[in-house]
């Protein structure tokens, strides 16, 4: 457990909470990637140097810079300006499974240190940033360390993004739970409808509004191929 360790990696200050934002999922293809560009393209608008940072990824594509996640070149369209490859996103993977088996395979320990250091780096020129998470909150990184312990050393606000599907309450409020026992600020979550046919959508959705504990920042309607740009959540 993560209040067991004792060589957790220094927490860093974040300032304010439009200084940065966690996006995190109640599990993975839930839309975080949308709901991050989304965040970051409400940045932009209000005059704000915003960029995005994805630290681990699994699954690459082709692109000009060589080969990329698909979510990392997301999030940089979506930002002020295309940050290095290398800080946006240190640990990439080519096979789209969970990021510790993909590490294991590859050789290589995921580490949160390095990320914290390509997190510095990028907020000293930003004003705003915005970090997606991988998997759901609890995804493994190491054989010691979760996103969650990622997120608990950013210190970000936390944004969680609910997939409106069958199983939603108990997937969001145990993630709920699970940011509240890292001492994390759940700032605020989108409902993002994943599955258009889900019975009773209003009544799940009020549900989770009666639970959550936190603001509702936005309901994203069912639009595969949508531009993030065209989704406009509130600001925690």
Same mark, same amino acid.
């Given at each position: ?36 560009? &989304? ?18 990824? &699994?699954?690459?594509? !082709?692109?000009? !810079? ?39 395979? &590859? ?130």
């Amino acid at each position: 457990m993560s209040g067991m360790k004792t060589d957790a990696p220094t927490r860093v200050d974040p300032g304010g909470v439009l200084r940065g934002l966690f996006v995190a999922g109640t599990d993975t293809g839930v839309g975080k990637t949308l709901a991050a560009c &989304a965040l970051l393209h409400q940045l932009r608008r209000l005059g704000l140097r915003s960029v995005g940072m994805k630290p681990v990824a &699994a699954g690459v594509q !082709d692109s000009p !810079d060589g080969p990329a996640n698909g979510d990392v070149l997301d999030l940089r369209r979506a930002s002020s300006w295309p940050a290095p490859l290398r800080a946006v996103n240190p640990y990439c993977f080519e096979p789209p499974i969970a990021p510790h088996l993909a590490a294991r395979e &590859a050789g290589v320990r995921i580490d949160i240190e390095p990320i914290l250091g390509a997190f510095r780096a990028l907020r000293a020129q930003a004003d705003a940033i915005v970090v997606e998470g991988v998997g759901g909150f609890l995804v493994p990184l190491n054989e010691r360390e979760d996103a969650g312990d990622l997120a608990a050393a950013l210190g970000l606000p936390v944004v969680l993004v609910v997939g409106m599907r069958l199983g939603c309450l108990n997937h969001a409020l145990l993630s709920r739970q699970a940011i509240a026992s890292r001492s994390l600020r759940l700032a605020g979550w989108i409902a993002n409808t994943i599955d258009p046919r889900m019975m009773r959508f209003e009544q799940n959705l009020q549900a989770l509004r009666e639970r959550m504990g936190a603001p509702l920042l936005g309901v994203f309607a069912h639009r595969p191929g949508a531009e993030a740009a065209s989704f406009e959540p509130d600001l925690p």
